[in-house]
């Protein structure tokens, strides 16, 4: 694959701040996830996860980072998340065993909000891990195909793609078996849709803020 000017960590001035940004989005939005929304009456409902709020931003990043630091730039940004994901699991894990002090009260709770479920974990990361490099590898093939133009057919294109690797295999191995099998149907198609409809209403935004970092980038390499 053909790499663009700002494939390499020095000769880029923003490529380390969307990588941080992307790493705390993802970890946020895993937290999130194990709480399940519904919005709707009891007879017709839309079932979601919290993590849907912040983790299509995601995508958006790593669109952003495949977009202009190439295949490599983001597949490192994104194995990155991959490994600090499994590190903050371990984290919550270790103080989740770890003995309450006598006079905290909060177990429970802690428990449940952030307590290591083994099914979440692999479902989170599996989901993650493919729907991520799908969207990157997708995105990257289009550009180098049929090269800068149509921006939105790629961004689009390679969201369709990653996020419904993604939300399938989350979903399968996070609820499978848990909720109704109504209520799979409506999480998966629920969650799929809305993370791409954000990423169609998200364009406007997305258009400028590439631009931005492409104009950032190349005045960066004018004066390195």
Same mark, same amino acid.
């Given at each position: 694959?053909?790499?663009?000017?700002?494939?390499?960590?020095?000769?880029?001035?923003?490529? #380390?701040?969307?990588?941080? &940004?992307?790493?705390?989005?993802?970890?946020?939005?895993?937290?999130? %996830?194990?709480?399940? @929304?519904?919005?709707?009456?009891? %007879?017709? !409902?839309?079932?979601? #996860?919290?993590?849907?709020? &912040?983790?299509?931003?995601?995508?958006?990043?790593? #669109?952003?980072?495949?977009?202009? =630091?190439?295949?490599? $730039?983001?597949?490192?940004?994104?194995?990155?998340?991959?490994?600090?994901? @499994?590190?903050?699991?371990? +984290?919550?894990?270790?103080?989740? @065993?770890?003995?309450? %002090?006598?006079?905290?009260?909060?177990? %429970?709770?802690?428990?449940? *909000?952030?307590?290591?479920?083994?099914?979440?974990?692999?479902?989170?990361?599996?989901?993650?891990? *493919?729907?991520?490099?799908?969207?990157?590898?997708?995105?990257?093939?289009?550009?180098?195909?049929?090269?800068?133009?149509?921006?939105?057919?790629? &961004?689009? $294109?390679?969201?369709?793609? $990653?996020?419904?690797?993604?939300?399938? +295999?989350?979903?399968? +191995?996070?609820?499978? $078996?848990? +909720?109704?099998?109504?209520?799979?149907?409506?999480? *998966?198609?629920?969650?799929?849709?809305?993370?791409?409809?954000?990423?169609? *209403?998200? &364009?406007?935004?997305? =258009?400028?803020?590439?631009?931005?970092?492409? !104009?950032?980038?190349?005045?960066?390499?004018?004066?390195?």
């Amino acid at each position: 694959m053909q790499e663009p000017i700002y494939q390499s960590r020095t000769n880029a001035r923003l490529y #380390d701040i969307i990588g941080a &940004l992307f790493v705390a989005f993802l970890v946020l939005s895993n937290i999130a %996830a194990t709480k399940l @929304i519904a919005i709707g009456s009891p %007879a017709f !409902h839309l079932v979601f #996860d919290g993590g849907a709020i &912040l983790f299509p931003l995601t995508y958006i990043l790593a #669109d952003v980072l495949s977009e202009i =630091y190439g295949w490599k $730039g983001a597949r490192r940004i994104i194995l990155l998340g991959f490994a600090v994901s @499994i590190l903050a699991s371990l +984290i919550f894990f270790l103080v989740q @065993i770890a003995p309450p %002090a006598p006079d905290y009260h909060n177990q %429970a709770a802690f428990e449940a *909000v952030l307590g290591f479920v083994p099914r979440i974990v692999a479902a989170s990361i599996s989901g993650y891990l *493919v729907g991520q490099l799908l969207n990157a590898f997708v995105l990257v093939k289009i550009k180098n195909r049929f090269g800068e133009n149509n921006l939105w057919v790629r &961004l689009i $294109g390679s969201t369709l793609v $990653g996020e419904a690797a993604d939300t399938v +295999i989350f979903c399968t +191995i996070a609820f499978y $078996g848990v +909720i109704t099998g109504a209520e799979f149907v409506n999480y *998966v198609l629920t969650g799929y849709f809305y993370k791409c409809l954000l990423e169609v *209403v998200l &364009l406007p935004l997305t =258009y400028p803020i590439i631009r931005f970092i492409k !104009h950032q980038e190349s005045a960066f390499q004018e004066i390195s």
